[in-house]
C-alpha cells in the first residue's frame, strides 16, 4: 500500500506559467481533498471531492482548478501561477463521511518566481 | 463557523517530562476533533480523534487527548517526552453538519535531551 502519492516533490514555476500537481490514492476512499499550507497560517482547503464525479470549493480556491479523474486520482491545476502560489501543497483521501480521519501525502513545493 | 485555536506556537519539554500541547475550538453543535503530527519535510499522520463517548481518548505513539465541552478544549498530551516526538502537531475541527476540517496554525514542540 503506497497509500497516498504526489507528483512532482519540487516544481519552480515562473509568474504565469501554468502546471498540474496529480495525487493517487490506494485506499479506495471516496473523499479527496487539495490544500496548502503556508508558515503560521496551517493547512487551508483549496477544493474537495466528496466522491468521484463532484468537486467543490473550499476556503482559498481562487487561481485553482481541480479534476477527480476517476475514484484514484485527483489533480489540481494552476492555470496561471502567481508568486502568492508559492506554498506547500498536500493531497489528502479520506472514507466518506464526516467522522474519519483524512490520510496525507508527502507534498510538492512549489516555488513560483 | 468553525474554528480552532493553537495557543502557543513553540512548546519546549526535557525528555522524560509530561507535555501538554493546547488545541480550543469553536463549532455550532457537536465537535469532531483531530490530532495531526507532521515531521519535518513531511506529509501530516493521524493520531487521533473524538468523535463521541469517553473524553480521555488515546492515540498513536502513547499520545492521549482530552476533550473539554465545557472549556472547548481538545488538548494533547503525553506522560513522557522523547526527543523522537520533537515535530510540529496540528489540532483540527469539524462540526457535525460541516463538509471541510479546519485546521489550527500548528504547535512545534521541541523535546530536549
Known amino acids: 500500500n503506497a497509500g497516498v502519492t504526489q507528483t512532482p516533490k519540487f516544481q519552480v514555476l515562473k509568474t504565469g506559467q501554468s502546471m498540474t500537481l496529480q495525487c493517487a490514492q490506494d485506499?479506495?476512499?471516496?473523499?479527496m481533498y487539495w490544500y496548502r499550507q503556508d508558515p503560521g497560517m496551517g493547512l487551508r482547503l483549496i477544493y474537495y471531492?466528496?466522491?468521484?464525479?463532484?468537486?467543490d470549493k473550499g476556503e482559498v480556491p481562487n487561481g485553482y482548478n481541480v479534476s477527480r479523474l476517476n475514484k484514484r486520482e485527483f489533480s489540481l491545476r494552476l492555470e496561471s501561477a502567481a508568486p502568492s502560489q508559492t506554498s506547500v501543497y498536500f493531497c489528502?483521501?479520506?472514507?466518506?463521511?464526516?467522522?474519519?480521519?483524512?490520510?496525507f501525502g508527502p507534498g510538492t513545493r512549489l516555488t513560483v518566481t | 463557523a468553525q474554528s480552532v485555536a493553537q495557543p502557543e506556537d513553540q512548546v519546549n519539554v526535557a525528555e522524560g517530562n509530561p507535555l501538554t500541547v493546547k488545541c480550543t475550538y469553536s463549532?455550532?453543535?457537536?465537535?469532531?476533533l483531530f490530532w495531526y503530527v507532521q515531521y519535518p519535510n513531511r506529509g501530516l499522520q493521524f493520531l487521533l480523534k473524538?468523535?463521541?463517548?469517553?473524553?480521555l481518548v488515546k492515540g498513536s505513539y502513547g499520545f492521549e487527548a482530552e476533550f473539554n465541552k465545557s472549556q472547548t478544549s481538545f488538548h494533547l498530551k503525553k506522560p513522557s517526552a522523547l526527543v523522537s516526538d520533537s515535530a510540529l502537531y496540528f489540532c483540527?475541527?469539524?462540526?457535525?453538519?460541516?463538509?471541510?476540517?479546519?485546521f489550527g496554525s500548528g504547535t512545534q514542540l521541541t523535546v530536549l535531551p
Open positions: 483540527a475541527v469539524r462540526a457535525g453538519s460541516a463538509r471541510q476540517l479546519t
Open positions: 471531492s466528496a466522491s468521484e464525479g463532484t468537486t
Open positions: 463549532v455550532s453543535g457537536n465537535p469532531y
Open positions: 473524538y468523535i463521541t463517548g469517553d473524553n
Open positions: 485506499m479506495n476512499h471516496n473523499s
Open positions: 489528502a483521501s479520506s472514507e466518506a463521511g464526516t467522522v474519519h480521519e483524512q490520510y
